[in-house]
T-cell receptor, first 113, second 105 residues
Framework: DAGITQSPRYKITETGRQVTLMCHQTWSHSYMFWYRQDLGHGLRLIYY???????DKGEVPDGYVVSRSKTENFPLTLESATRSQTSVYFC????????????FGPGTRLTVL | QKEVEQNSGPLSVPEGAIASLNCTYSDRGSQSFFWYRQYSGKSPELIMS????GDKEDGRFTAQLNKASQYVSLLIRDSQPSDSATYLCAAGRAFGKGTLLTVNP
């Protein structure tokens, strides 16, 4: 079925480890986004991408790396996980840039011990 | 800093009543406005978009926009327990933190 998927759905890791969260969409949307959602902070934009090989920083990019070699995939890597990166991560896609309708994936709940 | 302010709630309404959710935004240049519904433990789901002043109705939902007052609202008529969720308002690229709505049977 068409849509946006994320994997894994749940992940527990340890401080200092590298973790990659995957995002895949089948709508052929040009734009993709990564958010984290924490109590008291709401949704915060980490990185976004306008097309393959075009990425840009959002509000809270430190400690994260993204790539987009294919339009449909937008992985998010935590290079050296910290406890403060414990959060729920949502990937989203859109036909247009920020400020357009966004469609969210189911989320990944990440715990860093 | 472009901000969207929402009352965090919880807003509690009886079943069948009208639920009124409000938000204000700081960026006068915002051209697009959205309401997302987020059930507990789930991802945000787009339920309404509005781009011009006035009302936009979709079933039991009505979005209202007043750009002069920088104010957006969502009305839910005949509220149902299944409407219990957090509602996120977005103005342009900025999201509010959401209002928790509880509909009591």
């Amino acid at each position: 079925d068409a849509g946006i998927t994320q994997s894994p759905r749940y992940k527990i890791t340890e401080t200092g480890r590298q973790v990659t969260l995957m995002c895949h969409q089948t709508w052929s949307h040009s734009y993709m986004f990564w958010y984290r959602q924490d109590l008291g902070h709401g949704l915060r934009l980490i990185y976004y991408s306008a097309a393959a090989d075009i990425t840009d920083k959002g509000e809270v990019p430190d400690g994260y790396v993204v790539s987009r070699s294919k339009t449909e995939n937008f992985p998010l890597t935590l290079e050296s996980a910290t406890r403060s990166q414990t959060s729920v991560y949502f990937c989203a896609s859109s036909q247009g840039p920020l400020g357009n309708e966004q469609f969210f994936g189911p989320g990944t709940r990440l715990t860093v011990l | 800093q472009k901000e969207v302010e929402q009352n965090s709630g919880p807003l509690s309404v009886p079943e069948g009543a009208i639920a009124s959710l409000n938000c204000t935004y700081s960026d006068r240049g915002s051209q697009s406005f959205f309401w997302y519904r987020q059930y507990s433990g789930k991802s945000p789901e787009l339920i309404m978009s509005i781009y011009s002043n006035g009302d936009k109705e979709d079933g039991r939902f009505t979005a209202q926009l007043n750009k002069a007052s920088q104010y957006v609202s969502l009305l839910i008529r005949d509220s149902q327990p299944s409407d219990s969720a957090t509602y996120l308002c977005a103005a342009g690229r900025a999201f509010g933190k959401g209002t928790l709505l509880t509909v009591n049977p």
